[in-house]
T-cell receptor, first 113, second 113 residues
Framework: DAEITQSPRHKITETGRQVTLACHQTWNHNNMFWYRQDLGHGLRLIHYSYGVQDTNKGEVSDGYSVSRSNTEDLPLTLESAASSQTSVYFC????????????FGPGTRLTVT | ENQVEHSPHFLGPQQGDVASMSCTYSVSRFNNLQWYRQNTGMGPKHLLSMYSAGYEKQKGRLNATLLKNGSSLYITAVQPEDSATYFCAVVEHSGGGADGLTFGKGTHLIIQP
């Protein structure tokens, strides 16, 4: 069965370190998204991609970057981790167009100390 | 800035009752509204999508209505397994391609035995 996976599921890192969170989907979806979820908040969009070599900034993109070299993967990089980036990160994908439902991964819990 | 607000924030019906929740939204150019459910420790899962005011959708024990600038979700005969956080998410019109979802903070549903 097609799926979307994230790794690692939990990570603790220190302030200032570069961190990369992986997202892999086997749906063959063109569209992929990264969200963060903080206590008391809904999910907020960080970056998204329409396809290979395409990336776009979302609502809370400062301090984050993504790259899309193939259809299946959209890694999220925190250039210099900050305590404010402690959060749960969700990757999602969708088939196409704005009306499509999004399929979410299980999430990565990141703690920056 | 797009916004989505939920009401109520917490809901605790008895098993077998009807759970009623709603959201209101403010977006520049509305495309569609989606409802998601999130269980603790997991990613959100799509429940249903709606596209224009007056649209109604039934899916199993779920009944949803799209109003102008809002939506209502009803869950009939609630069971303990319905306990979760329910999110309303709005998609805005864009020039094409994928669109990130704007989420509210959700309604936390806990079914009392």
């Amino acid at each position: 069965d097609a799926e979307i996976t994230q790794s690692p599921r939990h990570k603790i890192t220190e302030t200032g370190r570069q961190v990369t969170l992986a997202c892999h989907q086997t749906w063959n979806h063109n569209n992929m998204f990264w969200y963060r979820q903080d206590l008391g908040h809904g999910l907020r969009l960080i970056h998204y991609s329409y396809g290979v070599q395409d990336t776009n900034k979302g609502e809370v993109s400062d301090g984050y970057s993504v790259s899309r070299s193939n259809t299946e993967d959209l890694p999220l990089t925190l250039e210099s981790a900050a305590s404010s980036q402690t959060s749960v990160y969700f990757c999602a994908s969708s088939e196409g167009g704005g009306v499509s439902e999004q399929y979410f991964g299980p999430g990565t819990r990141l703690t920056v100390t | 800035e797009n916004q989505v607000e939920h009401s109520p924030h917490f809901l605790g019906p008895q098993q077998g009752d009807v759970a009623s929740m709603s959201c209101t939204y403010s977006v520049s150019r509305f495309n569609n509204l989606q409802w998601y459910r999130q269980n603790t420790g997991m990613g959100p899962k799509h429940l249903l999508s709606m596209y224009s005011a007056g649209y109604e959708k039934q899916k199993g024990r779920l009944n949803a209505t799209l109003l102008k600038n809002g939506s209502s979700l009803y869950i009939t005969a609630v069971q303990p397994e319905d306990s979760a956080t329910y999110f309303c998410a709005v998609v805005e019109h864009s020039g094409g391609g994928a669109d990130g979802l704007t989420f509210g903070k959700g309604t936390h549903l806990i079914i009392q035995p």
